[in-house]
C-alpha cells in the first residue's frame, strides 16, 4: 500500500516571500499522478498542482511550482509571493495510474496548515 | 454547475441514531469515494465505487455502509452512529483512467458530523 507523509504540521510565512512545504511518499508502481490540494477554511478541497510520475518537468501554476524527484520519492511544492489568501491546509496525495479497475483512489499525507503573515 | 453536492452539510446525532448521508455528481463520472478527514491524519477512505452497483472497502470502513443504486448517487449509511465518527466527511468522484483522465478528484464541499 502507497503512504504519503508530510512531515511539516504548520509553517509560516511572510507575505511576498517564498515558502516550501514538504511531501514524501512510498510506491512501488512506477506509473501515477501526484497533487496538491488546497484546503482554505471554507472546507472546500481545491486542487493547486497535479504532477503526473512520467513526466521528468517539473509542473508550475502561475505561483506555484513543485520539485519532483522520483529517485527521492519526493514531491515539494514551492509557494513564490506568498498572498493572504494562501494560507489553508495544504495535502499532498498520490493516486496510482494503473488500470485495474480499483478505484484508484487517492491517499493523502496528513496536511500541512500554512499561515500567512501580513 | 453543480460538481459534487454532499447532503447534509451538517449534522448532529445521539450515539446509537443511525443517518445516511448523499452524495450526488452530474459529471456522469464512473468512480466515487467517501472519505473522513480528522485532524492530523488527512483524508483516509471509507468506501468507493467503481460504478452503479458496486462497491468496495477502503482504509477505514468500520461502522459504515455505503450503496450506489443509481451512477450518479452515492449513500454513506451510519448504523449506529458512535462518538468516534464525529468527523467531517467528503464526497468525490472521478473518471476512468480510460477516458482520458487527469487523475484528478472531484470533492463535494464536506459534511461536518458530530455524534454525543
Known amino acids: 500500500a502507497q503512504t504519503v507523509t508530510q512531515s511539516q504540521p504548520e509553517m509560516s510565512v511572510q507575505e511576498a516571500e517564498t515558502v516550501t512545504l514538504s511531501c514524501t511518499y512510498d510506491?512501488?508502481?512506477?506509473?501515477?499522478?501526484l497533487f496538491w490540494y488546497k484546503q482554505p477554511p471554507s472546507r472546500q478541497m481545491i486542487l493547486v498542482i497535479r504532477?503526473?510520475?512520467?513526466?521528468?518537468q517539473n509542473a508550475t501554476e502561475n505561483r506555484f511550482s513543485v520539485n519532483f524527484q522520483k529517485a527521492a520519492k519526493s514531491f515539494s511544492l514551492k509557494i513564490s509571493d506568498s498572498q493572504l489568501g494562501d494560507a489553508a491546509m495544504y495535502f499532498c496525495a498520490y493516486r496510482s495510474a494503473k488500470n485495474n479497475n480499483a478505484g484508484n483512489m487517492l491517499t493523502f499525507g496528513g496536511g500541512t496548515r500554512l499561515m500567512v503573515k501580513p | 454547475n453543480a460538481g459534487v453536492t454532499q447532503t447534509p452539510k451538517f449534522r448532529v446525532l445521539k450515539t446509537g441514531q443511525s443517518m445516511t448521508l448523499l452524495c450526488a455528481q452530474d459529471?456522469?463520472?464512473?468512480?466515487m469515494y467517501w472519505y473522513r478527514q480528522d485532524p492530523g491524519m488527512g483524508l483516509r477512505l471509507i468506501h468507493y465505487?467503481?460504478?452503479?452497483?458496486?462497491?468496495a472497502k477502503g482504509e477505514v470502513p468500520d461502522g459504515y455502509n455505503v450503496s450506489r443504486l443509481k451512477k450518479q448517487n452515492f449513500l454513506l449509511g451510519l448504523e449506529s452512529a458512535a462518538p468516534s465518527q464525529t468527523s467531517v466527511y467528503f464526497c468525490?468522484?472521478?473518471?476512468?483512467?480510460?477516458?482520458?483522465?487527469?487523475?484528478?478528484?472531484?470533492f463535494g464541499e464536506g459534511s461536518r458530523l458530530t455524534v454525543l
Open positions: 459529471m456522469n463520472h464512473e468512480y
Open positions: 510506491t512501488s508502481e512506477s506509473d501515477y499522478y
Open positions: 465505487s467503481v460504478g452503479e452497483g458496486t462497491t
Open positions: 468525490a468522484s472521478s473518471r476512468t483512467r480510460d477516458r482520458g483522465p487527469t487523475g484528478e478528484l472531484f
Open positions: 504532477q503526473e510520475a512520467y513526466k521528468q
